[in-house]
Antibody, heavy 117, light 107 residues
Framework: EVQLVESGGGLVKPGRSLRLSCATS????????VSWVRQAPGKGLEWLGF??????????EYATSVKGRFTISRDDYKSIAYLQMNSLKTDDTAMYYC????????WGQGTLVTVSS | DIQMTQSPSSLSASVGDRVTITCRAS??????LGWYQHKPGKAPKRLIF???SLQRGVPSRFSGSGSGTKFTLTITSLQPEDFATYFC?????????FGQGTKVEIK
C-alpha cells in the first residue's frame, strides 16, 4: 500500500523557519518526482514546487509565491522528501501536503502549519 | 497560469443519485487532467487520470470524460461513502493548477 506521511508542522512565529518531512513507503520513491501542495484556510489548493527524480537530475521548480524562501530536497535512501520553509509569513498558514508522481498520483494526509505571533 | 473553473462548488444529493461535476480550463490542456476525492483528515485520493482513465481499485460508478478545455466527473448511483469533496487538477502546463473543489453533501 502506498503511503505518504507528512510531519513537522506546528505553530511558528513570523520570520522563523520550519522543515516538513514526507516519509513514504509502498512505491519506488527514487523513481518518482515529489511535489508539495498547500491549502490555506478557506482557500483552494496551491502547488508549491517539486523535485525531479535523480534520473531526471533531481532538480527543483518552485511557484513564484515561495521561490527563494522554500526549498525542496529528497533522501532516496530513506525514501523521505523535505520542504524547508524560511522567513515564514502569516499567509503561509495552511495544511501542507506532499505528493508523489509528476501527475500528483499519491498524496499524504497533510500537516498543519500555523504562522502566528 | 492555467485557471481551472470547477462547478458547482457544492451540491446536495441522495444515495442512488447521479452526480456530475465539471472543470473548465482557461486554455486547452489535452487530457492532462485528474480527478480526486478528499475526505476530512484523509489523504486526497486520485480517482481518474488522463481525464477518463479509472484509477485501479476505484469503483466503476466513477467516470471521467472530456478533452481540451471541458472535463466532467460523473458518479452514477451515489453511495454513502462518496460524500466528500472532489477536485480536478491540470498538469499540462506548469504550475499545476486545481479546481476550487465541489463538496458533495447528503440531501
Amino acid at each position: 500500500e502506498v503511503q505518504l506521511v507528512e510531519s513537522g508542522g506546528g505553530l511558528v512565529k513570523p520570520g522563523r523557519s520550519l522543515r516538513l518531512s514526507c516519509a513514504t513507503s509502498g512505491f519506488t520513491f527514487g523513481d518518482y518526482a515529489v511535489s508539495w501542495v498547500r491549502q490555506a484556510p478557506g482557500k483552494g489548493l496551491e502547488w508549491l514546487g517539486f523535485i525531479r527524480s535523480k534520473t531526471y537530475g533531481g532538480t527543483t521548480e518552485y511557484a513564484t509565491s515561495v521561490k527563494g524562501r522554500f526549498t525542496i530536497s529528497r533522501d532516496d535512501y530513506k525514501s523521505i522528501a523535505y520542504l524547508q520553509m524560511n522567513s515564514l509569513k502569516t499567509d503561509d498558514t495552511a495544511m501542507y501536503y506532499c505528493t508523489g508522481g509528476l501527475r500528483l498520483d499519491y498524496w499524504g494526509q497533510g500537516t498543519l502549519v500555523t504562522v502566528s505571533s | 497560469d492555467i485557471q481551472m473553473t470547477q462547478s458547482p462548488s457544492s451540491l446536495s444529493a441522495s444515495v442512488g443519485d447521479r452526480v456530475t461535476i465539471t472543470c473548465r480550463a482557461s486554455q486547452g490542456i489535452s487530457n492532462d487532467l485528474g480527478w480526486y476525492q478528499h475526505k476530512p483528515g484523509k489523504a486526497p485520493k486520485r480517482l481518474i487520470f488522463a481525464a477518463s482513465s479509472l484509477q485501479r481499485g476505484v469503483p466503476s460508478r466513477f467516470s471521467g470524460s472530456g478533452s481540451g478545455t471541458k472535463f466532467t466527473l460523473t458518479i452514477t448511483s451515489l453511495q454513502p461513502e462518496d460524500f466528500a469533496t472532489y477536485f480536478c487538477l491540470q498538469h499540462n502546463n506548469y504550475p499545476p493548477t486545481f479546481g476550487q473543489g465541489t463538496k458533495v453533501e447528503i440531501k
